[in-house]
């Protein structure tokens, strides 16, 4: 699992997680077919619902309801807002990544039901939330 466009400027408690700062980003944007990118970022598998809405912190032009939620492509892992960005500032993204989008032809690949689980559990521990163990179906004894 490879974690893209998790910046520190949106999210200043977890260092760990949100390590580079999206100056950095905008300073080296451009570079690849942004609405093709933008297209797959918002068709990845939703692994993580958040209700907040963010703001953009580069210049604050735009909302992005659900922003800090996340999704997947099985391989990689970023914000919903991620997409929002790339539409109006064609942040920088990491080679690895634009290879395996385009290597896809700019469509999500099917990724096993079970994996995505994996992945969503993973990404839970990493941003710090915990299991209920006391949450879902009980067996009656």
Not at 20 to 49: F, M
């Amino acid at each position: 699992m490879e974690l893209v466009g998790f910046y520190r400027e949106m999210e200043s408690n977890n260092s760990e997680v949100y390590k580079e700062s999206i100056a950095n980003a905008y300073a080296r944007r451009g570079g690849y077919e942004a609405k093709l990118v933008s297209r797959y970022l918002r068709s990845g598998y939703p692994i993580l619902d958040v209700t907040e809405s963010t703001v953009d912190v580069i210049s604050g032009s735009f909302r992005v309801p659900g922003g800090s939620s996340i999704l997947t492509d099985g391989r990689f892992v970023w914000r919903e807002d991620l997409a929002t960005y790339v539409d109006h500032y064609s942040l920088s993204l990491p080679d690895s990544f634009l290879d395996c989008i385009r290597e896809n032809d700019f469509k999500v690949p099917s990724v096993a039901h079970e994996h995505i689980l994996d992945v969503s559990l993973s990404v839970g521990r990493l941003l710090g939330f915990r299991a209920n163990s006391g949450a879902g179906p009980q067996n009656s004894a």
